[in-house]
């Protein structure tokens, strides 16, 4: 059974919010110690070990799949960096 989600998180998207939960360990911190962006070598590891919830676009037990879900990664990381780069 797909696990509960929050509505606002569109249907195409979720599993791209699966795998950036799943790449949340992996960030690069820079010689200040400010986060630089993922590393991308330990994302897909953390990603290539995740099955679809079928709350997304992949059908429920299909595991994801780093270049369906990359680009939403990256696209998650900038928002990220442009957040804390406000503060």
Do not use: I
């Amino acid at each position: 059974m797909p696990q509960e989600r929050d509505s606002d998180v569109l249907p195409e998207n979720w599993d791209t919010v699966l795998a950036f939960l799943a790449a949340q360990t992996q960030w690069r911190h820079g010689p200040d110690g400010r986060l630089v962006g993922l590393d991308y070598a330990g994302a897909r590891a953390a990603v290539r070990g995740l099955v679809a919830d079928g709350c997304g676009e992949r059908r429920q037990g299909r595991r994801l799949k780093w270049r369906s879900v990359f680009n939403g990664l990256r696209v998650m990381e900038a928002a990220v960096l442009e957040e804390l780069a406000k503060r």
